[in-house]
C-alpha cells in the first residue's frame, strides 16, 4: 500500500513537473531573459550535482567546461524544437538527480553506468561495405519482453540514457514498434538510435513526435558522392527528406560520422558542421573506422595526423559555440576520464542476447537470455557486468591507463585486450573477424597505437585555450561568483555551469 502511495505522489510529482517544464519552455522562446534564467537554473542544477558528487577535481573541471558549451545548443533547441526542448530540460534535471544516484549507488567493485548499448535487430535493410556490426537482411529479434526487462535493469544500476543501434532500430519499429514502446514505457530515460534512416517516415516521426525522448543519429560519410559511396545511390536524398520530416515533427536529431583515412579531412572540415547545421541536425558523433565486422579493410584505419586535426577541430567548434552537441568517441577520453566501456560507463548485448564489454569489441562473454532464464550463474544484468571475469579484468586493464588521450584499449591499447583474452572466459561474437587478435588485423592495430604514441609526444592534454578555460573556471569559489565569472568577453547573457 506505502509503495502504491509513493508511486502515485511520483506520477503526481512528474505531471507537476512536465507542465512547469511546459510554461518555461513557452517562456523561454519569447523572452530572451526568461531562457536566460531557465539555463542557468538548469545549469546551476547540473553543475552542483557535479560538484556534490564527482570527487576528481581535473574530472570534474572538465565536466562544468564541456556543460558551459552547451548552451548554444541548447538555445538553438529552445527557438527550433520547442517540444523536443521540453523533453530534453526535463531529462537535464533526470540526469542531475542520476549523477547523485549513481553515487550513491556505487561501492567498491560496483559499477553503475551512465549508459547502455542494445541491438534490437541483427538484420538491415543495407548492405553496407565494412560493415562494423556485419549486418545482412537476416539476423536476430529477441522479443520486445526481453529488451523491456533488460532496459529495466539497467535503469536500476544507474542508466540515464539507452543507445540502440543495430542492425537497423527502425526495422523493429516498423515490425512491432519497438523503439517508440520502450520510450513510452520509460519517459524518464533518453533513447538515442543509430540509423540509416531510411525506414522513418511520417507514422513513425509521429511517434517519436509523441514519445519525445528517441533522437535518431543518422549515418553520414561525408557529403551525397562519399556517402552514397558506402550506403547506396540515392541514399543522401532519402536521408534529406528524413531530416525534414523529423524537423516537422520536431524530433531532436542528428548525425553519425564513420571516421576513415579517405574522409577524415572532410568530416573535420567547417564546411561539413556547417552542411550539419543547415540540415537540423542538432548533435553529431563521430567514430574512427574499427576494422571488424564484414571484409573490413585496416588500411582505411585513420592517421595520426587526422585524428589529431580531427581532436583539435572538435574542440574548436565547442570553443566557438556552435550550436550544436557533438561527440569524439576516442579523442574525449578526457572528458569521461578514459576508457568507458566494460561497465564502467556502458556495455553492450548484442541482438542475439550476448553480452560484450564494448559495442566496437567483437567479444561476447555470456548470454542475457541465460541470465533471465536462470541458466546462467548470475542472477541479473548487473550481477552479470559486476561479476563476469572479462568485465572485470577490462575494468582492471582501464585503471593502467593514465593518458586519456589514448584511452581504448581495442584501439590505442592492443595488447591489453589480447591480455584479457587469455585471463578470463570469452568467445567470438559473430562480428569477430578473422586475424583480430592474432593475425593481420592484430599488427594493423598494433601499428596504428604505436603512431599514435608517437604523436602524443609533446602534444598537450588538450588544446592549450581550452586548458585556459577550464583553469580560469577553477578560480571563482562560490556558486555567485561563478555566475558573475563565466560571461564570455564582450557577450551579454551570462554563461552558468551545465553539465
Known sequence: MIAGVRQKMGCVKDCFARAAINVTVSGARRLPAFRDGVLNRLSATLGRSYQENVPDPQLLAFHLWFGRKLRPFLCRLLEERPRAARKLIHLAYVWANDVKRRSHLSAPGIVT?????????????????????????????????????????????????????????????????????????????????????????????????????????????????????????????????????????????????????????????????????????????????????????????????????????????????????????????????????????????YANGDISPCVFAPIACGNVLDVFNGKSEYRSLADFVNRHPFFAKFREKQQEVTDYRAPCLLMDHPEKLREI??????????????????????????????????ALRGMPLVPERVQRDIAAARTPKTWRDRLLHLRRPGSGPRRTEAA
Not at 568467445?427 to 569477430?432: I, L
Not at 587478435?437 to 599514435?452: F, H, P, Q, Y
Request: aromatic share 12%; net charge negative; hydrophobic share 35%.
Open 113 to 349: 553506468p551512465v549508459t547502455f548499448v542494445i541491438e534490437p535487430t541483427g538484420r538491415c535493410n543495407l548492405r553496407c561495405p565494412q560493415c562494423y556490426a556485419n549486418s545482412t537482411p537476416e539476423g536476430s529479434d529477441l522479443p520486445y519482453e526481453v529488451w523491456k526487462r533488460a532496459v529495466a535493469e539497467a535503469r536500476e544500476m544507474g542508466v540515464t540514457l539507452v543507445t540502440l543501434t543495430g542492425g537497423e532500430p527502425f526495422l523493429r519499429e516498423a515490425k512491432d514498434r519497438i523503439i517508440s514502446r520502450l520510450a513510452a514505457d520509460f519517459p524518464n530515460m533518453g533513447f538515442l538510435v543509430y540509423t540509416n534512416a531510411t525506414m522513418i517516415d511520417e507514422d513513425a516521426a509521429a511517434r517519436l513526435e509523441e514519445v519525445g525522448n528517441v533522437f535518431p543519429g543518422i549515418s553520414v560519410e561525408g557529403y551525397e558522392r562519399e556517402t552514397d559511396g558506402r550506403r547506396g545511390d540515392g541514399y543522401t536524398r532519402k536521408a534529406t527528406r528524413v531530416r525534414e520530416i523529423l524537423a516537422k515533427h520536431e524530433v531532436l536529431y542528428g548525425f553519425s560520422a564513420t571516421v576513415t583515412r579517405r574522409n577524415a579531412d572532410l568530416l573535420s572540415a567547417d564546411e561539413f558542421i556547417a552542411r550539419r547545421l543547415e540540415e537540423g541536425d542538432m548533435f553529431g558523433w563521430y567514430f574512427l573506422l574499427q576494422p571488424i565486422g564484414r571484409s573490413p579493410d585496416a588500411s582505411m584505419l585513420v592517421m595520426p595526423e587526422q585524428r589529431a586535426k580531427l581532436r583539435d577541430q572538435v574542440y574548436k567548434w565547442r570553443d566557438e559555440g556552435k550550436p550544436i552537441f557533438l561527440g569524439d568517441f576516442w579523442n574525449d577520453g578526457c572528458l569521461v576520464g578514459g576508457c568507458i566501456a566494460g561497465g564502467r560507463y556502458y556495455f553492450h548485448i
Open 421 to 454: 583474452c587469455a585471463q578470463a572466459p570469452w568467445y567470438p561474437a559473430n562480428n569477430m573477424p578473422e586475424g583480430y587478435l592474432d593475425g593481420g588485423i592484430a599488427r594493423a592495430l598494433d601499428s596504428c597505437s604505436k603512431d599514435w604514441e608517437e
